[in-house]
Nanobody, 114 residues
Framework: QVQVAESGGGLVQPGGSLTLSCAAS????????MGWYRQAPGHQRDLVATVTRLQETNYADSVKGRFTISRDNARNLVYLQMNNLKPDDTAVYYC????????WGQGTRVTVSS
């Protein structure tokens, strides 16, 4: 049973942009807050950004000013617009509620490299 499905990752040069999308199941999309998380090779999975049903947002310091999270409550979609990407942003990106449920998707891989 798929709870979330992330898409939109890829290979991008430093300074480039990507927009990630997440389609969430009804049960997860009902959560007051949704989040994007990322896991870089050899690191734990970290919370990157959150958005509430009222579109209140919060960001990790490392992405503040570069990433924008948003959600479409009617369609159970969550987005992450990523600008001015850096090599340190290379990771697999996941969406989930915040706090997270145990149900993780496959994630979408973002590679920032020249």
């Amino acid at each position: 049973q798929v709870q979330v499905a992330e898409s939109g990752g890829g290979l991008v040069q430093p300074g480039g942009s990507l927009t990630l999308s997440c389609a969430a199941s009804e049960s997860i999309a009902r959560s007051y807050a949704m989040g994007w998380y990322r896991q870089a090779p050899g690191h734990q999975r970290d919370l990157v950004a959150t958005v509430t049903r009222l579109q209140e947002t919060n960001y990790a310091d490392s992405v503040k000013g570069r990433f924008t999270i948003s959600r479409d409550n009617a369609r159970n979609l969550v987005y992450l617009q990523m600008n001015n990407l850096k090599p340190d942003d290379t990771a697999v990106y996941y969406c989930n509620s915040a706090p997270a449920t145990p149900h993780w998707g496959q994630g979408t891989r973002v590679t920032v490299s020249s």
